[in-house]
C-alpha cells in the first residue's frame, strides 16, 4: 500500500498492539480479508485511533505495511480503513531523525598494547607503568 507508513509511526500513534501474531522474519505466510502477511498486530479497545473505532487489524509483509481493517465494535464487520495510513504519514516528517554531526574516528595502524608480557609464562592483562615498564596493581615476581 504505502512505504511511508513505517512501524515506528504506527507506534508512536497507537502504541503497542495487544496481541501479535506471526513476525517479522515468521516465514509463515497468511491470508485474511485478501491481505497476504505474516505480521497481524491487532489492538482492542483504542481511545483514540484516526478512525475513531476502537478495533484494529494491522497487517506486515517483513518490513512493508500491506493493509489495515477496522471494527466499530464486535458485532460489527471489519473494513478496510485510509485515515491511519494518512495519519501514519504526517507523523513520519515528526520523528526525531539522528543527528549524525560527530566526525569519525582517525584511523591508525599503531598497535598500543595494556602490558608487555615479561616471559612466555605471562599472558599480560595487567596495568603498566608506561614510564618504568613496571606492573601497576600487581604483586611483583
Do not use: C
Not at 40 to 55: C, F, H, I, R, S
Not at 101 to 130: A, F, I, K
Amino acid at each position: 500500500m504505502s512505504s511511508t507508513v513505517t512501524r515506528n509511526s504506527l507506534v508512536s500513534l497507537l502504541g503497542t498492539p495487544h496481541s501479535v501474531e506471526g513476525s517479522l522474519n515468521d516465514p509463515v505466510e497468511r491470508e485474511e480479508f485478501g491481505i497476504h502477511y505474516n505480521e497481524k498486530w491487532t489492538y482492542q479497545e483504542l481511545g483514540d485511533d484516526p478512525a475513531g473505532v476502537p478495533d484494529r487489524i494491522i497487517y506486515w509483509h517483513r518490513y512493508d505495511f500491506v493493509g489495515t481493517m477496522v471494527r466499530a465494535g464486535d458485532h460489527q464487520e471489519w473494513r478496510p480503513d485510509t485515515k491511519l495510513i494518512e495519519t501514519a504519514q504526517s507523523v513520519n516528517g515528526r520523528l526525531s531523525r539522528v543527528d549524525d554531526h560527530h566526525p569519525t574516528y582517525p584511523v591508525s595502524n599503531r598497535y598500543r598494547p595494556v602490558s608487555q608480557p615479561v616471559d612466555w609464562r605471562d599472558l599480560g592483562g595487567y596495568m603498566q607503568d608506561e614510564a618504568t615498564g613496571r606492573r601497576i596493581g600487581k604483586a611483583e615476581p
